[in-house]
């Protein structure tokens, strides 16, 4: 069956310090996979996605590789800022955008 | 142009009760999908519907059903209440289903008391 393994949090950061966030699928076949963002009283939004093996997805700064071999995802961006606060989940589908399997979600809070 | 729209945002109901939450999806989506979020289960897929059918469907209880009517707004539904069931619902729409960007709505919060 399809489940995701994501890094357990919270996770604090200083501003302007290095993020990784740990992503580890296991699905049938060859899944999408997305990371989605959720602020404080939103939605999800979604962050960036990949549909191969290799493909790179990218948003504000936030990257991600499809990692086949691995079967993993990590999310990462260079240099974090406070708004970028908030808790972030990595999901795959393998029916369309709209049939998610979710990890547990890694919550990110910024310090000044 | 308008989001997901989900009412109501808040709702208290009473153990053995049943609840009805909606979902405007975006205009010109005709995929809705549900999806329960709560502290010990995290996001788990409830159902999608796509022109009025389920489509695919999560490992829930037959308390937990949904429609999607001709405009494809949808509504969820969970009868007999239980405690367990007090959760964030949210709904995601997407054009088809088979595209790679679903849109959330801001999701409704349920206690159940």
């Known amino acids: 069956g399809n489940s995701v393994t994501q890094m357990e949090g919270p996770v604090t950061l200083s501003e302007e310090a290095f993020l990784t966030i740990n992503c580890t699928y296991t699905?049938?076949?060859?899944?999408?996979l997305f990371w989605y963002v959720q602020y404080p009283g939103e939605g999800l939004q979604l962050l960036l996605k990949?549909?191969?093996?290799?493909d790179k997805g990218s948003n504000k700064g936030f990257e991600a590789t499809y990692r086949k071999e691995t079967t993993s995802f990590h999310l990462e961006k260079g240099s974090v800022q406070v708004s970028d606060s908030a808790v972030y989940f990595c999901?795959?589908?393998?029916?369309?955008?709209?049939?998610?399997?979710f990890g547990t979600g890694t919550r990110l809070t910024v310090i000044p | 142009k308008a989001g997901v729209t989900q009412t109501p945002r808040y709702l208290i109901k009473t153990r053995g009760q049943q609840v009805t939450l909606s979902c405007s999806p975006i205009?010109?989506?005709?995929?809705v999908s549900w999806y329960q979020q709560t502290p010990g289960q995290g996001l788990q897929f409830l159902f999608e519907?796509?022109?009025?059918?389920?489509?695919n469907k999560g490992n829930f209880p037959g308390r937990f059903s949904g429609r999607q009517f001709s405009n494809s707004r949808s509504e969820m539904n969970v009868s007999t209440l239980e405690l367990g069931d007090s959760a964030l619902y949210l709904c995601?729409?997407?054009?088809?289903?088979?595209?790679?960007?679903?849109?959330f709505g801001q999701g409704t919060r349920l206690t159940v008391v």
């Open positions: 995601a729409s997407s054009i088809d289903g088979a595209d790679t960007e679903a849109f």
């Open positions: 699905a049938t076949g060859y899944p999408s």
């Open positions: 990949a549909t191969k093996a290799d």
């Open positions: 999901a795959l589908s393998d029916q369309g955008a709209n049939n998610l399997f």
């Open positions: 205009s010109g989506h005709r995929s």
């Open positions: 519907y796509f022109s009025e059918t389920q489509r």
